[in-house]
């Protein structure tokens, strides 16, 4: 007979005593963690005490002799005390397949039993690495949590202060009978910062962390457009302009000029053509207009049949030129002028002529 039998007959035969007490009534604990749990009576006389996990008989306790065999995982420490019985109940490397039931009893009272709820915690990190950014961009953050059970808490913190803002928390999603989550954080970069993603369960003492630093760079302004080019090339056209502006003038005024002079030319040497004929033609003279005549009464003439000729004006550019006296009969063939006969003593006339 093994020695949990012999301890079931022996508490089925001892006579009962009075109720036992367990404690905690609900622990939660880390996988591969320990749960402790306490269970005593207050009165004396009683003989073996069980203890059993999800109805499996992991430990007996003696009292006389205490726990009864050598367990791996289960161990039992006396607590009692004067007129206080008290044992501890520890599992060393709790599993999941501990969760459950934890019970205690003493022979001839009732069970009593006592809840075990094994947690696991997993991994978290910050997707990506450290990140650079520039000031006032809009910097995302996502934060994963895998393999918890339950499903992991996720919070943001920013140089160590917790933020809530810009914060979003996606539904877990279960993973077997473990569950992974998922956050996302946004911020607007103002200054370099440490930003931690905290993953935590109830029975993790502290959450885990994973952290990454964001570093932020001044706003560059934008590159001034260098007007230096742009003046040299406004320079240049406005100079090329002036140029040939002032060429076309030069040409302009040239032109002008050899008009006049080729003007003045033309007119000295229709000058000195005239004077050139005039010297070589003296007999023939000039030709003249005759523009009026006055006459006078009838006087005594020394020279009969002679006319003085008088106001000759010159249309060109000769003026008050003194012809020498000539007989009219050179240019008049008539005996007779404008009414008038030539050979009458009493009458002395003057003609105007002009030459051209």
Not at 121 to 138: L, P
Not at 174 to 189: F, P, R
Not at 201 to 213: A, K, N, Q, R
Not at 308 to 337: A, H, K, M, R, W
Request: net charge neutral.
């Amino acid at each position: 007979m093994d020695t949990f039998t012999l301890a079931a007959v022996l508490l089925f035969i001892t006579g009962g005593v009075s109720a036992q007490v367990l404690q905690p009534i609900n622990e939660t604990v880390l996988q591969n963690s320990e749960a402790r749990f306490n269970c005593s009576i207050n009165t004396a006389g009683w003989t073996v005490m069980t203890w059993t996990v999800n109805e499996r008989l992991a430990l007996s306790i003696s009292e006389s002799s205490g726990p009864i065999g050598s367990h791996i995982r289960y161990f039992a420490t006396n607590y009692s005390t004067a007129g206080q019985y008290k044992w501890e109940f520890l599992i060393k490397g709790v599993t999941t397949a501990d969760a459950g039931r934890v019970g205690c009893q003493v022979q001839g009272s009732l069970p009593v039993s006592a809840t075990l709820t094994v947690q696991q915690n997993g991994t978290v990190a910050i997707m990506g690495s450290n990140r650079t950014a520039t000031e006032g961009d809009q910097v995302t953050f996502q934060c994963l949590a895998v393999g918890w059970l339950p499903a992991a808490q996720l919070s943001w913190a920013v140089n160590g202060i917790p933020v809530d803002k810009g914060v979003n928390n996606t539904s877990p999603v279960a993973d077997g009978i473990l569950m992974n989550s998922n956050s996302t954080l946004k911020i607007t970069a103002t200054s370099n910062a440490s930003v931690d993603c905290l993953a935590s369960i109830s029975s993790l003492p502290s959450p885990e962390i994973s952290t990454v630093f964001l570093t932020v760079q001044k706003a560059v302004p934008p590159p001034r457009r260098d007007q230096t080019v742009l003046i040299a090339i406004t320079v240049a056209f406005s100079l090329a302009a002036l140029l040939v502006l002032l060429i076309i003038g030069i040409i302009f005024c040239c032109k002008r000029q050899r008009r006049k002079r080729s003007s003045y030319q033309d007119q000295m040497r229709a000058h000195t053509l005239s004077h050139r004929q005039q010297a070589a033609y003296p007999e023939r003279g000039q030709v003249w207009h005759n523009i009026g005549f006055t006459e006078e009464r009838p006087r005594a003439d020394n020279n009969d049949g002679v006319y003085t000729i008088s106001g000759f004006q010159q249309s060109n550019y000769i003026n008050n030129i003194q012809l020498p006296e000539v007989n009219p009969n050179q240019y008049v063939d008539s005996s007779t002028y404008d009414g008038y006969s030539l050979d009458d003593p009493g009458l002395k006339k003057h003609r105007h002529l002009t030459i051209v």
